[in-house]
């Protein structure tokens, strides 16, 4: 693959299909095989669901490999491994046999440890019953690991990575305690970060903590050799938090039905109404697009958060929602029309696989 990165939608699904899309088939693959050999039963079980039911979370976060240049294939293998890791780790809290927010903490050490080259794996299951996982875990942090020992400028975005990643660990912690002690903690929480925040609500907040896109990003653009201190610091401060919250904030309202039904937390539900949470979503994509102006390669950029909307928007279930077909109009109307190519895209997608 050449190192420019493609500068329209259809050049960029292109690529994505021929090149990205299967090599994160050929990743998950192997992933899917060790996960398959885990010793303990519950631990098997979990990794082997996250694969199955979250492999698109790889693939939409593939797409940063583009900006890797030649190291493509190292960008996808850290990629997968890495989301994978979040997916498995988002399993074992979310259909716990623990409620200990310490178990929680220690479980995801594992995605700190897979950005630091040098750190020791340690015992992540230590504060739970199940144990003996044959290595899976401590072998996903490594294949990441190795990644981090490749990147020549690996101290520009080591702080930005674990900032990143420390805001991801507290949210994992905090929403899968027990029921009655999760908002408490989230605000509280969100009120340690008002500047940050930079005026978002706890939910808000919350949300824009709950993506992996700016970790992919730096670590792509690292890996394809482009990364300088000016750069690190606009990919954090645009994608944390208004790329990563309209991510999650998406991904949030198509799964309202779904978490009614099964009693789970949904940021999109704090919401006063949903005219209210139009505007706040119009607002971040605004936002993401003001932000994304500064950085090289910006299409591409855009193209990631309209291809967000069109992706998301596009998925069945928002028909179940109310007000979804107005809500789809007035966000892929906010986005431009390369969020509406890749809606229909999503649509024929869904419509072949029926």
């Known amino acids: 693959m050449a190192s420019r990165v493609p500068t329209t939608a259809i050049t960029l699904m292109n690529a994505v299909y021929r090149k990205i899309f299967p090599a994160v088939r050929q990743e998950l693959s192997y992933w899917k095989t060790r996960a398959s050999q885990i010793p303990n039963s519950e631990l098997r079980a979990q990794a082997l669901a996250s694969i199955d039911s979250k492999r698109f979370h790889c693939q939409g976060g593939a797409v940063y490999a583009l900006l890797a240049g030649f190291n493509w294939r190292e960008a ?22 623990s409620m200990d927010p310490d178990d929680f ?43 981090m ?18 805001l991801y660990a507290d949210l994992q912690v905090h929403k899968h305690v027990k029921a009655e002690e999760r908002i408490p903690r989230l605000t509280r929480w969100h009120d340690r970060y008002k500047e940050r925040a930079r005026g978002l609500s ?82 971040f994509i605004e936002q993401s697009d003001e932000h994304v102006e500064s950085l090289p390669n910006r299409s591409f950029h855009q193209m990631v958060y309209q291809g967000l909307v069109g992706l998301y928007l596009g998925d069945p279930k928002v028909k ?21 190519f890749f809606h229909w895209n999503t649509k024929m997608y869904y419509k072949l696989k029926r």
């Not at 700190?112 to 401590?138: C, S, V």
């Not at 020992?149 to 080591?158: A, F, H």
């Open 149 to 166: 020992r490749k990147l020549d400028n690996y101290s520009v975005i080591q702080d930005y990575l674990l900032k990143l990643e420390g």
């Open 105 to 147: 903490r220690l479980l995801h050490e594992a995605m700190k440890d897979a950005l630091t080259p040098q750190a020791p794996i340690k015992n992540y299951y230590e504060l739970r019953d199940e144990q003996r996982d044959g290595e899976y875990l401590a072998d996903l942090v490594r294949t990441c690991q190795k990644t």
């Open 320 to 340: 179940q929602l109310g007000g979804g077909l107005g809500m789809t109009n007035d966000l892929l109307k906010a986005s431009g029309h390369q969020a509406r």
């Open 202 to 283: 706890w939910y808000e907040f919350s949300a824009a903590a709950g993506s992996t896109l700016g970790i992919f990003c730096l670590v792509s653009y690292t890996l394809g050799d482009k990364m300088n201190q000016d750069l690190a610091e606009k990919i954090y401060t645009g994608y944390f938090p208004y790329m990563q919250g309209l991510h999650i904030l998406l991904d949030y309202y198509i799964d309202q039905q779904e978490d009614i039904e099964e009693e789970d937390l949904n940021f999109c539900s704090y919401y006063p109404d949903q005219e209210a949470m139009k505007k706040r979503l119009i607002y």
């Open 76 to 97: 996808i293998r850290f990629i997968v491994a890495y989301q994978t890791i979040s997916d498995y780790l988002d399993n074992l809290c979310d259909r716990s046999t």
